[in-house]
Structures are given as structure tokens and as C-alpha cells.
């Protein structure tokens, strides 16, 4: 038996890399490969832009008559910039951004999506490497398989989100803690990408203080976390300030308007019942590692369980959100405590001298969180939000060069694959309707309106008695997969003259 475990550990690191490079590959496989919701539209545009060598993206559209023209012309994830006219600042923090702005820049603005698959590989590799340190390679491994199938990262692995960033740039940080300037490289990253979670900076600004024994080499340690993380903080800034027009400016607004001890009760009873029912009871076994482990692993024990209470923390605050899947704020802290649980579970198993259970109970946890996963529509999502992309691409080569689109909801997807300029409807005048198609068609635009089957009643109920455009009482040009529409304007007189035309379906 002894023989046997040993044989599992030494395949710790092969495992961990297939689980990796399996996790990778579904991110690829199975990735949206879509800007569509608003967070995917932010980091696009933006990263769109950068690679251009723009700050930000821009409008050609700012001449525009109608009233509040900035905040009409804000694609999905993005507010009327404070301080440039025509040009949108983005909700979202920069970071993800400025890391996707070279791949687009070397490979095209495709690119900008495999950084989240990259970002898993890095995320697995650093669950194994922490749970190795604690309990060796059968540790290290089951951490890897725990995380690969973790119902929520597999879910956020297909988007181009920062989520998973986020958690792989957190977690590499703690694997090479040792080496403290890189620790503080990865953590000047990981609060440019996300900043709110710049507190955890100070958790692990502890590691000099556990692995180092003179007063000495433990201020040099933090010194030198400092300035490998001064970098990114500094870019942060200067972003901040180019964007914003303050350092600490946010396209979130002011910081207390998402953050209240008030969101308490309901984060924790959110959070909580999310976890048990993709991850069951299995994180918990992470509260045992300080007391199965001693000497300085107990003190790293300690110091990641301080770092998964101060992300709970952090959201405990921020503002509730029923959906499961906002789980995806808490991934550093889930990864973590499976890498713990993990760790302490194999240390218990092989002192009973059961650690031939490792290995079986290592698959069948990575095979219900898979199966939780496929019950949550992770392995969907590629269907599901694949409609942002068909649609831009039908704008794109069946709409002409000329188009502007008054939209909402694919108002990112139009701007980011079909390079097309958009109007937002819901911040439009309703009495300007009718007058803002003229005014583009005076521009040599032509306008379409388009939108989702589930808008179209907001949109006329918004419009009705003040526009003629606003009845969308006339068919469209295009039904794509009995979704989305898009309608021609100047297809309303010739409809009501008599003339019949053809809506042309689009199977998706």
C-alpha cells in the first residue's frame, strides 16, 4: 500500500496538468467566443481599443442633436465618460483589458478570448502547487481535480470574464509566496484586474513574517512584495486618472452605494446555500488543515483561511445577487478551501492508512461537480450566448458599411464584432425617435433597429404616440433563430403602401 500511495503522489504533477489542460481545452472548445452581457462587452471594447492604441472606445456619433447624447451612445458596459466627449468609460476595472489588448493587437480581437482558458490552466497548476506544499503530490492533485470540475469554474470558464483571472492571479501569488517580489508582481496584477479585492494584499503580506526567521529578511520580504506590486497599483491608477479623471475614480460609482453591512443576511444566506448545493460539504473539511497540520504548515494553513474569510468578507458587503453564479465573485476563496480540504484530507486518509480511497474519492467528487456543472448549463453557455456573435456577424455582412444599429442588449456584441456605431433606445428621447433616424439618414447612415423578442414591448411602449418608427408595426428583415429581429425603417412606408417583402429566418 505504502508502494501503491507513493505511485499516486509521484503522478500528482501528470494529473494536475491533464486536469489543467482539460479544463483549458472545455474553456476553448466550449467558450462563448461572444462580447455580449455587460461585463464581456467592457473588457472587449476596451481591450478592442487598447490594441488599436486607443485609451478607450470612441463615437463618431457625438455630434449627434437629440438630448443626452453621450449616455445614448454608451454601449452595454460602459457610462457617458466624465471628462471625453464621445468617448465611453467603461463600468468595469481596466485590468482584464490592458492583459487581452496584446493578444488582439499580435492575433486579432479573437484572441482577446483565450485568455480566460489560459487563465484556468494557471488556476489549476497554482491549486495543486498550494496543496502540494501542505500534503505532497496525491494533495496536490486532488486539489486539481477538485478545482477543474468546480461547477463554477467551469461555468466562468467559458466567458471572457475576469473571475478566473482574478482567482488564478490570487492563487499563484500564494504559490510562490516564497519567492516575494514575483508574489508581489502577481498581486499588483490581481488588483489592477480586480481592485476591490486590493485588501487580500495584506494577508498575504504575512507569508514574509511565517517563512522567514530574522526581523531582517521578513521587512526586506514585504519590502520587496511592495514593490513588485507597485506596478500594477501605479497603472491602476493612471488609468484611473485618464478615465475617470480621479486615481481612485470607479466606473461603479461611488464605493458606499455597493457596500453595507445591510447586505449581510442576505449575502451569507445567498453564498451559503450556493456552495452547499455545487460544492456540498466538501470545503468545510478545509476548517480541519490547522489542526491536522503544525509548525509552519499550520501557519500557511491559517494564513489561507484568512485569506478565503477576507473575500467572503468583502462580498459580504458588496450588493446581494440571488443568481448561483455569482459564486464567481468568491472563486479565489472556494479554490482555496478545496486546495485545504484537499490537503487535509489526505493527510487524514494516508495516516489511517486508507490512502488507496484518494484516488476513488478524488474522481467521484470531480464527477458530481461536473455533473452539477451540466445541471447549471455551463456546458450551454456557448449555445445560449452564441446569439451576440451570430447576430454582429449578420450585421456585419449583411447589413451595409453605413449601418448604425439602435439597440440595447447587443449593443456590445454590434460595436465589438460587427464594428457597427449604436444608439441605446432606452436612453433616448422618446420624442426623438423618428427625428434621429432622419438626422443619420442626413449623415449618410443608415439606421436598423434591433432587438431582442423580449424588448420589443418596452421599446413600444416607450415610443407609442410619439413616434411613428415606435409601433414596429411592420415586419422585420430578419428573424435570427426566432430571438432577435432587425428591422429597416424605411421598410414602414413601403409596408403600408401594399408592398410585401419577405422576413428573411436565420437559423442559428
Known amino acids: 500500500m505504502t508502494r501503491l500511495r507513493r ?6 504533477p501528470l494529473v494536475a496538468c491533464v486536469a489543467a489542460i482539460g479544463l483549458a481545452t472545455f474553456g476553448i472548445t466550449r467558450g462563448t467566443w461572444s462580447v455580449g452581457g455587460s461585463d464581456s462587452s467592457c ?16 463615437s463618431h456619433l457625438a455630434d449627434a442633436p437629440w438630448p443626452d447624447v453621450p449616455l445614448t451612445l454608451a454601449p452595454g458596459g460602459f457610462i457617458p465618460s466624465p471628462i471625453r466627449a464621445g468617448a465611453p468609460a467603461p463600468i468595469c476595472a481596466p485590468g482584464m483589458a490592458v492583459l487581452m489588448a496584446p493578444l488582439a493587437a499580435v492575433f486579432g480581437h479573437d484572441a482577446i478570448f483565450w485568455l480566460t482558458p489560459i487563465a484556468a490552466f494557471l488556476l489549476v497548476i497554482a491549486a495543486f502547487a498550494i496543496a502540494r506544499q501542505l500534503a505532497g503530490g496525491m494533495a496536490g492533485a486532488t486539489a486539481a481535480i477538485l478545482t477543474a470540475s468546480s461547477p463554477i469554474v467551469l461555468y466562468q470558464a467559458v466567458q471572457p470574464m475576469n473571475d478566473i483571472l482574478t482567482a488564478a492571479l490570487w492563487m499563484l501569488a500564494l504559490a510562490v509566496g516564497g519567492s516575494h517580489l514575483v508574489c508581489g508582481v502577481l498581486i499588483g496584477l490581481a488588483i489592477l484586474v480586480r481592485p476591490n479585492l486590493a485588501p487580500l494584499a495584506l494577508v498575504l503580506a504575512a507569508i514574509p513574517f ?4 530574522t526581523r531582517e529578511r521578513q521587512i526586506r520580504g514585504v519590502l520587496a512584495m511592495i514593490a513588485g506590486a507597485l506596478p500594477g497599483v501605479l497603472m491602476l491608477m493612471w488609468l484611473n486618472q485618464a478615465l475617470y479623471g480621479s486615481v481612485i475614480g470607479s466606473g461603479y460609482g461611488d464605493a458606499s452605494n455597493l457596500f453595507s453591512t445591510s447586505h449581510i443576511n442576505t449575502n451569507v444566506t445567498n453564498y451559503s446555500r450556493a456552495i452547499f448545493q455545487t460544492q456540498h460539504v466538501v470545503p468545510l473539511f478545509a476548517l480541519l488543515a490547522p489542526f491536522v497540520f503544525d509548525g509552519i504548515k499550520r501557519k500557511g494553513s491559517l494564513l489561507l483561511l484568512g485569506f478565503a474569510a477576507a473575500v467572503f468578507a468583502i462580498y459580504a458587503l458588496y450588493s446581494p445577487f440571488p443568481e448561483w453564479w455569482y459564486l464567481r465573485f468568491l472563486i479565489p476563496a472556494i479554490v482555496v478551501l478545496l486546495g485545504l480540504a484537499s490537503a487535509a484530507g489526505v493527510q487524514l486518509l494516508s495516516k489511517a492508512g486508507m490512502g488507496g480511497l484518494i484516488p476513488i474519492v478524488a474522481v467521484v467528487l470531480g464527477l458530481i461537480g461536473t455533473r452539477a456543472a451540466g445541471e447549471r448549463q455551463a456546458f450551454e453557455l456557448q449555445r445560449m450566448e452564441g446569439r451576440y456573435r451570430d447576430t454582429a456577424m449578420l450585421v456585419r455582412d449583411r447589413l451595409p458599411a453605413n449601418a448604425v444599429v439602435i439597440t440595447v442588449w447587443e449593443s456590445g456584441s454590434i460595436r465589438f464584432h460587427a464594428g457597427r456605431e449604436v444608439v441605446l433606445w432606452e436612453s433616448l428621447d422618446p420624442a426623438w425617435l423618428d427625428r434621429a433616424i432622419t438626422w443619420l439618414r442626413s449623415k449618410g447612415k443608415q439606421p436598423y433597429l434591433l432587438f431582442e423578442r423580449r424588448e420589443e414591448n418596452d421599446f413600444r411602449a416607450r415610443f407609442r404616440g410619439q413616434s411613428d418608427a415606435g409601433a414596429l408595426d411592420w415586419p422585420p428583415r430578419f428573424d435570427v433563430g426566432r430571438q432577435i429581429r432587425i428591422y429597416d425603417p424605411a421598410d414602414r412606408a413601403r409596408y403600408l403602401a401594399g408592398e410585401a417583402y419577405p422576413t428573411e429566418n436565420i437559423r442559428r
Open 7 to 12: 505511485g499516486y503522489g509521484a503522478a500528482g
Open 43 to 58: 473588457y472587449g471594447l476596451m481591450a478592442k481599443a487598447m490594441a488599436g492604441g486607443e485609451l478607450q472606445p470612441h
Open 210 to 213: 511565517i517563512q522567514e526567521h
